[in-house]
Nanobody, 122 residues
Framework: EVHFVESGGGSVQPGGSLRLSCAAS????????MRWVRQAPGKGLEWVAIINAHGDRSIYREDVKGRFTISRDNAKNTVYLQMNSLKSGDTAHYFC???????????????WGKGTLVTVST
């Protein structure tokens, strides 16, 4: 059974930083691309960052480029999201998700975890 444990969320002031972690189990982690997605209050799910299975290529949605960094440690079955220069618009539930394959494809999301809440406010 695929299982994710996300952590690292919390409340932070604008301009602050957080690092999200997602420990995965139940599937061969190093064979699949992974992503972070988010859902802001009253809005739909949107992908934030995607990293390929090898961890040597990643893409970002436009409004987080230069501020967020996705990475993975295949030895630990864990994917990370370093978030810097946070803005109020980044407030959302953040979920890690497994893709259907190892390459980057924005439309290939498979299953996702229960998420962790990030709140950016003064």
């Amino acid at each position: 059974e695929v299982h994710f444990v996300e952590s690292g969320g919390g409340s932070v002031q604008p301009g602050g930083s957080l690092r999200l972690s997602c420990a995965a189990s139940g599937f061969p982690f190093d064979a699949y691309a992974m992503r972070w997605v988010r859902q802001a209050p009253g809005k739909g799910l949107e992908w934030v960052a995607i990293i390929n299975a090898h961890g040597d290529r990643s893409i970002y949605r436009e409004d987080v480029k230069g501020r967020f960094t996705i990475s993975r440690d295949n030895a630990k079955n864990t994917v990370y999201l370093q978030m810097n220069s946070l803005k109020s618009g980044d407030t959302a539930h953040y979920f890690c998700a497994k893709d259907y394959n190892g390459d980057i494809n924005t439309n290939a999301m498979d299953v996702w975890g229960k998420g962790t809440l990030v709140t950016v406010s003064t």
